[in-house]
């Protein structure tokens, strides 16, 4: 719990709750273990978004399956070392939030994209994927890309569609000798 002295109003509410060295390990070793693992990972800038819309970002990572996180750069560039995302180290510059994609490539960067279209004030500044950091303007990309339900139904269709194929190539003889007969039988029926 943190508190302002009325005695002191110059001085900075940060100061009361600055992180101790403990703290800033285990802030790294938890983001360090969420970067390893990731698929994926989107730095925005938040500057200007309320303490409601924040929550309300945080409630639909946990929902989408996205690591969220308000950290110091410097910690983050630690937490990052040894990852695909250490590409991303150079370009940390500002105030950032982190999101991991922890189910699909694609979550963390919807999770933004879908968020920004209703709150200007969230900004996608950087884009990891694969250990290569993307441009900002990529998010798009990297948004339509298919969730884990969609990739396996792509897939079930992709290896269903030459099993249809071959059943319809070998019912087709059968199918052509009903309708040639049909025709036949049409035929004289007509002419009779």
Same mark, same amino acid.
């Given at each position: 719990?943190? *508190?302002?002295?009325? %005695? ?33 990972? $989107?730095?925005?800038? *938040? ?5 409601? !819309?924040?929550?309300? /970002? ?5 929902? !989408? ?14 937490? $990052? ?36 279209? !209703?709150?200007?004030?969230l ?8 250990? !290569?950091?993307?441009?900002? %303007? ?8 298919p ?6 139904s /792509? ?14 190539t ?23």
């Amino acid at each position: 719990m943190f *508190y302002i002295h009325r %005695e002191q109003p110059e001085l900075n509410w940060r100061a009361k709750v600055a992180l101790n060295l403990e703290d800033k390990k285990s802030i790294v070793a938890e983001v360090s273990t969420v970067a390893a693992s990731a698929h994926s990972a $989107v730095a925005t800038e *938040y500057r200007g978004l309320s303490v409601g !819309e924040m929550t309300e /970002l945080r409630a639909r990572a946990r929902n !989408e399956g996205v690591y969220l996180r308000v950290i110091k750069n410097s910690l983050v560039k630690r937490a $990052v070392d040894g990852t695909d995302f250490e590409c991303m180290k150079d370009s940390l510059v500002g105030p950032l939030i982190m999101a991991f994609s922890q189910e699909d490539p694609g979550a963390a960067a919807r999770l933004v994209k879908d968020f920004s279209k !209703e709150h200007d004030k969230l900004i996608a500044r950087i884009i990891s994927v694969g250990g !290569e950091v993307l441009p900002a %303007e990529q998010i798009d990309r990297l948004a339509k890309l298919p969730n884990r339900e969609q990739a396996l139904s /792509l897939l079930m269709a992709v290896m269903k569609a030459p099993i249809e194929k071959f059943v319809r190539t070998m019912n087709e003889p059968h199918a052509k000798l009903v309708r040639t007969v049909a025709a036949v039988r049409d035929q004289k029926q007509a002419s009779a």
